[in-house]
């Protein structure tokens, strides 16, 4: 058999046409003639070239993602971190000084502590409750401030609206990792925030399939930057990433309410139990930021609860082992509930004093609420309990 030319299947638009977006993962893309060509590369009509510098599906799901959170321009990336890598990374030169909150999430923290100062760029952590710590830590050649809202583990809420205004008054950037609040919660540009990033991996994707990140600015001139920062790295995202996150987004409301409510719920409940010692969640009364968070987060508190068990490391096996039914598992956001024990997992390179300052013992779990039935969990974490008593 003589091989024929290869043409690819285009679907008949004829008298109707599909309802879902179609996933196209082809890498390049034919024009008619080089003058059509400069028509792309000029601005004169839409189209692609190339899959790294840009594909209709990563450009569908930041469409999606720049609306939800009251921003154009945003670009998708291979994942939260190349998101977070496009900002430090991609807008920051020898010679900046950026200043992080002290709890981010640890890759974010280490490309910081290790990676930014390797390149001569200064760096500094502060514990972004504190207004008075950030503005002491300001310097004249201070670029950019990158803090998340809802710190992990321990959930304490950033004075967002005082270091908004703050950066705003001294030129410097803000960013705002919103990946745990999510833009139900809180829409950063809304409240003054320059740059916002989105682990997409997490709750807005929401079935633990995909790893994808986000990233916008206000100012077209940034978002150019890391654009072709992004490209030239190769930060770019599988379409099929962007095809299933697209999917899961349909669902991003109804499921972060649901995991909200159970969160809250659980949240109560936990206070009540033999063997906790302590229930960190942002809204209820004996949380150290809770006028904030009421203020801040308009009076909702997430999916997210963390909370502390006597009877050190064989009690936290014990739990983790017994509450079976909750994947004991370093993530969050999933439609499954997920537990996360720090010490052991995202803090374990701090030393044992280092995580008593932040208030993280061997028993301090984080669970990441998902979609089951309440009871069902309540059931799962009280074995949990039960055998976390029996160890230690
Ligand atoms: C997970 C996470 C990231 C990194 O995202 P990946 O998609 O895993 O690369 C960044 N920031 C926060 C707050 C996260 O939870």
């Not at 409750?129 to 004249?140: G, M, S």
């Not at 740059?195 to 995909?210: E, R, Y």
């Not at 206000?218 to 490209?231: G, I, K, T």
């Amino acid at each position: 058999m003589k091989p024929t030319l290869q043409r690819p299947y285009v679907p008949p638009m004829g008298a109707s046409r599909p309802i879902v977006s179609p996933l196209m993962p082809s890498v390049a893309y034919a024009s008619d003639d080089p003058d059509r060509l400069d028509d792309l590369y000029e601005g004169r009509d839409t189209g692609h070239s190339y899959a790294r510098e840009g594909h209709p599906n990563a450009d569908l799901l930041a469409a999606r993602l720049d609306a939800m959170e009251g921003l154009t321009g945003g670009i998708v990336t291979g994942s939260g971190m190349a998101a977070v890598a496009a900002v430090l990374l991609g807008l920051c030169s020898a010679g900046d000084h950026v200043i992080g909150g002290n709890q981010l999430y640890g890759r974010s923290l280490r490309m910081m502590t290790e990676d930014l100062p390797r390149l001569g760029i200064g760096v500094d952590l502060v514990d972004p409750t504190d207004l008075a710590a950030l503005e002491a830590a300001l310097r004249p050649e201070t670029k950019l401030v990158l803090i998340e809202v809802l710190s992990n583990p321990t959930l304490r809420v950033a004075d967002l609206e005082g270091i908004a205004a703050l950066c705003k008054a001294r030129g410097v950037l803000l960013a705002v990792d919103n990946t745990f609040t999510t833009p139900a919660l809180l829409r950063p540009a809304d409240l003054g925030a320059d740059i916002v990033i989105q682990s997409v991996t997490k709750l807005l994707a929401g079935h633990s399939d995909v790893t994808l990140g986000w990233v916008a600015a206000r100012d077209p001139a940034l978002n150019e930057r890391m654009r072709v920062f992004a490209v030239t790295t190769g930060m770019t995202p599988s379409p099929f990433d962007c095809w299933l996150a697209e999917r899961g987004l349909a669902t991003f409301d109804l499921r972060f309410a649901r995991a909200q409510d159970t969160a809250a719920a659980l949240a109560d409940w936990l206070v009540e139990q033999p063997g906790v010692q302590r229930v960190l969640y942002p809204t209820r009364p004996d949380h150290p930021d809770h006028n904030r968070a009421l203020a801040l987060l308009g009076g909702q508190g997430g999916n997210m609860l963390s909370f502390e068990i006597a009877g050190g490391r064989a009690a936290a096996n014990g739990f983790a082992r017994a509450a079976d039914g909750i994947a004991f598992a370093p993530t969050l956001g999933d439609v499954g509930s997920t537990l996360s024990h720090p010490p052991s997992s995202s803090h374990r390179a701090l030393s044992v004093e280092g995580r008593a300052a932040l208030g993280i013992s061997e028993g301090f779990f984080r669970l990441s609420v998902g979609l089951e039935d309440p009871d069902a969990l309540k059931t799962c974490i009280a074995a949990g309990l039960v055998a976390a008593e029996a160890a230690s």
